[in-house]
Structures are given as C-alpha cells and as structure tokens.
C-alpha cells in the first residue's frame, strides 16, 4: 500500500494525520455546513482547501512530498468521506429533531417520512 495511498515510511503517519487529525477537522466542517443549512456543495469547496492543509502538515512534519497530485487527490478523497458523513450524520439529527412530526430516524445517517395515522 505504501506508495499508492500514502509516502510515507509507515501507514501510522497516514492514519495520524490523514485520517485522525484530518478525518476529525472534515467532519467538523461537514458539521458546520449541516448546522448552518448550507448545500453540501460548499462541502466540496472547504474539503479541497482542508486537503492542501493535510498535504501541508504531511510537508511540514514528515518531510513528505508537497506539491503532487496523485497524494492530494487521495487525502481529498479520505476527507471528503468523513466531511459528507459528518453532514449527513447531523442533517438527519436536524430533520428529525427540528422536524420530529414530519420525520424519523432510520439510522445514524438517514430518516423517513412519518407515516399518518
């Protein structure tokens, strides 16, 4: 795997930043775009910018490679997993809570229609 997911010498470096510390911040800003209602377009747009970030710390700290396109696109896609399920996630707690006549939860990332009785 070493090569085509990650550059660095060992995965644990990739999990760190990549997935813990950048899984984390993506998920917050899926958070914050639920909240504030916005369309998860605007998703798109802040988890391109989070994962220059990501690439700049894996630069910064672990000597890694900046400016490639191929580890971008793959920390791009690691966190654009956790930002829409951290948006999903919390759209469906707002449809259900804000909305509970109208919605129920199916799930920790869904919701259905209340059926009338």
């Known amino acids: 795997m070493q090569g085509i997911l990650y550059e660095e010498p060992t995965i644990w470096l990739f999990l760190l930043v990549t997935v813990v510390m950048g899984g984390w911040a993506a998920w917050m800003a899926g958070r914050a775009v639920a ?62 809570t804000q909305y509970r006549w109208l919605y129920e939860r199916t799930g920790p990332f869904s919701w259905r229609a209340r059926e009338s009785s």
């Open 35 to 96: 909240i504030t209602w916005r369309p998860p377009v605007q998703l798109v747009f802040y988890t391109l910018i989070l994962g220059l970030v990501i690439r700049f710390i894996h630069f910064a700290l672990f000597e890694a490679t900046l400016l490639t396109v191929h580890y971008y696109i793959v920390d791009t896609l690691v966190l654009l997993a956790f930002a829409v399920a951290g948006w999903r996630y919390n759209r469906a707690r707002q449809m259900t």
